[in-house]
Antibody, heavy 123, light 106 residues
Framework: QVQLRESGPGLVKPSETLSLTCTVS??????????WCWIRQRPGKGLEWIGY???????YFNPSLKSRLSMSIDASKNQYSLRLNSVTAADTAVYYC???????????????WGQGILVTVSS | IQLTQSPSSLSASVGDRVTITCRAS??????LAWYQQEPGKAPKLLIY???TLQSGVPSRFSGSASETDFTLTISSLQPEDFATYYC?????????FGPGTKVDVK
């Protein structure tokens, strides 16, 4: 049973960079052909897909965030990371890492999720 | 692709039959999933491909579609089912979610 856990600062200042890491356990991040994703949920709002990274480093980002976004993967640590720069209060959210099954032709089928981490953007 | 859900919230009792509807702004074939989110927890995948139950999900949950509308049905509501339910389109990137339907205690 794969498990995911987010880590990183819970408070980021406006205009700075939000950095989060997801640690995967119970399975190798290199195996299975999965996409490793980030999804966020702003306070009282719905869910927003941020993007994914594949084991080989290929990425695909939500166009609404693409210009501020980067992701990386460290297979030796079974981790992947998110960096979102030039943050504003609108980036305050619970950030989830999740596994996308990359199944058939489905765009995003998320079967395993981290517990989520609240990141607040404030001075 | 935009998704709408109705109702936005509903009140029900244990044992009730509950139906939630999701509509897509364009055709998505059968590429729709449903998630359950309890307060303070991550979403949990319930159903994908409109009607395929994820492993371990109780059979009181079912999904169906009629023309442009997708439906999640809980045949007999249990105490652990009070939560918010989201639909998600799997047709194209970026995957998008509906605004959610909160099911609370009547």
């Amino acid at each position: 049973q794969v498990q995911l856990r987010e880590s990183g600062p819970g408070l980021v200042k406006p205009s700075e960079t939000l950095s989060l890491t997801c640690t995967v356990s119970g399975g190798s991040i290199n195996s299975g052909g999965y996409y490793w994703c980030w999804i966020r949920q702003r306070p009282g709002k719905g869910l927003e897909w941020i993007g994914y990274i594949y084991y080989n480093g290929n990425t695909y980002f939500n166009p609404s965030l693409k210009s501020r976004l980067s992701m990386s993967i460290d297979a030796s640590k079974n981790q992947y990371s998110l960096r979102l720069n030039s943050v504003t209060a609108a980036d305050t959210a619970v950030y989830y890492c999740a596994r996308d099954l990359n199944y058939a032709d489905y765009a995003g089928l998320f079967d395993s999720w981290g517990q989520g981490i609240l990141v607040t953007v404030s001075s | 692709i935009q998704l709408t859900q109705s109702p936005s919230s509903l009140s029900a009792s244990v044992g009730d039959r509950v139906t939630i509807t999701c509509r897509a702004s364009q055709g998505i074939s059968s590429h729709l999933a449903w998630y359950q989110q309890e307060p303070g927890k991550a979403p949990k995948l319930l159903i994908y491909a409109t009607s395929t139950l994820q492993s371990g999900v109780p059979s009181r949950f079912s999904g169906s579609a009629s023309e442009t509308d997708f439906t999640l049905t809980i045949s007999s509501l249990q105490p652990e089912d009070f939560a918010t339910y989201y639909c998600q389109q799997l047709r194209s990137y970026p995957p998008t979610f509906g605004p959610g339907t909160k099911v609370d205690v009547k």
